[in-house]
């Protein structure tokens, strides 16, 4: 009886296929996450068990540790009306080429009064030499801003606006900082707010982590 | 697929025309998957990783004709000193009794206090106040909000108050007997 032969097979898999979809992966992945912008501002803000991811377009407040405020009005479209608002309700008198460059600034960290010749320098001035908005309680110039931003906001986008507003402050910055920035927010009738914060666990065993089971 | 006919066409060479040995040009991919593979999980990993939430910070309107009336026997102050302490009172501060009601914690057991005092007390009458010291820090005054949501403390339970000139003196006092700095 003839044997019937068994073909022997290869056992090596074409892995061409294999390959082309793993770094078509990476390149998907790498092209789709959005790189966080540059910080220019040393901030570590605190942590929270909050879940609620911060916006990206916002009107953003932050605090350093030396407790200077600067101001981000996001890329917002109306960034410029904000701008525009300030300068004719403080009497700021930027010409148009100054508002046009401040409008291409990423943050104000300056008092009014110090804007004007800066806008005319010719190097921007790096944020650590700042001086930062003003929030004394005798001079409180974060306000101002934010009327602009409410009477940019005014009419039917309140709620809106409330989404937008972030104040994100460094760990150590000490308290009073943050209080006189809750007081210029109040000063325009603004009373919600959110804070950044860092992501973190809900700790196991606390009254939340037994509600949110007993949920489940 | 990664490989190129070497075969050389199929017609037959002239004699004495040698047979050049015919090498493969199939390349083991296996180490490239890897690598691949290994890349993606990295970058997977790495961007869910730090992102950054927001909490809610509801601000009372400051009305001097609508304060809140709080029962004694339901509140509980927390106040926010340097380096992290935190200091402790129920109801209301009396000079008799000040050396037993004004008691220092940290972060760590505030939690189990928060707890007991409001299991200890009915839900109506609960209310904590929070008062940082112009020494606390920006940290300490929001993990004080956090500790109130992890104890699931709901809102309108707990408030943020300014800081009287008598609690202020009572943390220097401490801080000078602990010797913080």
């Known amino acids: ?216 | 697929m990664a490989e190129l006919d070497t075969s050389g066409g199929g017609h037959k060479k002239g004699p004495g025309v040698k047979k050049s040995k015919k090498l493969s040009t199939r390349v083991d991919l296996t180490p490239m998957v890897d690598l691949g593979f290994l890349l993606i999980t990295f970058f997977v990993f790495t961007t869910t990783m730090s992102q950054s939430t927001a909490m809610n910070m509801n601000e009372p309107k400051d009305d001097p004709e609508q304060q809140m009336k709080v029962k004694q026997s339901g509140a509980m102050t927390i106040l926010l000193g340097k380096g992290n302490q935190v200091y402790y009172y129920y109801g209301e501060i009396d000079p008799a009794t000040i050396s037993d009601q004004f008691k220092s914690t940290n972060f760590k057991n505030i939690r189990q206090l928060i707890v007991d005092k409001k299991k200890a007390t009915p839900i109506g009458d609960l209310m904590y106040i929070i008062k940082s010291d112009s020494t606390s820090t920006f940290a300490n005054s929001i993990d004080i909000l956090d500790e109130m949501s992890i104890s699931a403390v709901p809102p309108g339970h707990y408030a943020e108050v300014d800081i009287s000139p008598t609690e202020k003196m009572l943390i220097n006092e401490t801080e000078k007997a602990n010797s913080i700095k």
């Open chain 1, 1 to 216: 009886m003839p044997k019937v032969k068994i073909p022997r097979k290869s056992t090596t898999v074409d892995m061409t296929a294999m390959c082309d979809v793993a770094f078509l992966l990476l390149t998907f992945f790498i092209l789709a996450t959005k790189q966080k912008p540059p910080e220019v501002l040393a901030v570590t803000p605190p942590s929270s068990i909050s879940s609620k991811a911060a916006p990206d377009k916002s009107i953003l407040i932050t605090f350093t540790q030396e407790g200077k405020v600067f101001l981000m009005l996001g890329d917002d479209t109306k960034k410029g009306d904000i701008i525009d608002n300030i300068n004719s309700s403080k009497a700021l008198g930027l010409s148009p080429q100054e508002l046009a460059k401040l409008k291409k600034t990423e943050f104000i960290g300056l008092p009014f009064n110090k804007l004007k010749s800066a806008l005319n320098l010719s190097q921007e001035i790096p944020p650590a030499k700042m001086d930062g908005i003003p929030v004394d309680s005798t001079n409180n110039e974060l306000a101002d801003w934010l009327r602009s931003v409410t009477n940019v906001y005014a009419g039917g986008d309140q709620k809106e606006l409330e989404k937008i507003l972030l104040v994100k402050g460094d760990s150590k910055a000490l308290y009073p900082v943050f209080k006189r920035i809750k007081e210029s927010f109040k000063k325009n009738d603004i009373f919600k707010f959110r804070i950044v914060t860092n992501g973190e666990d809900v700790p196991i065993g606390s009254e939340v982590y037994n509600e949110a089971k007993a949920e489940k």
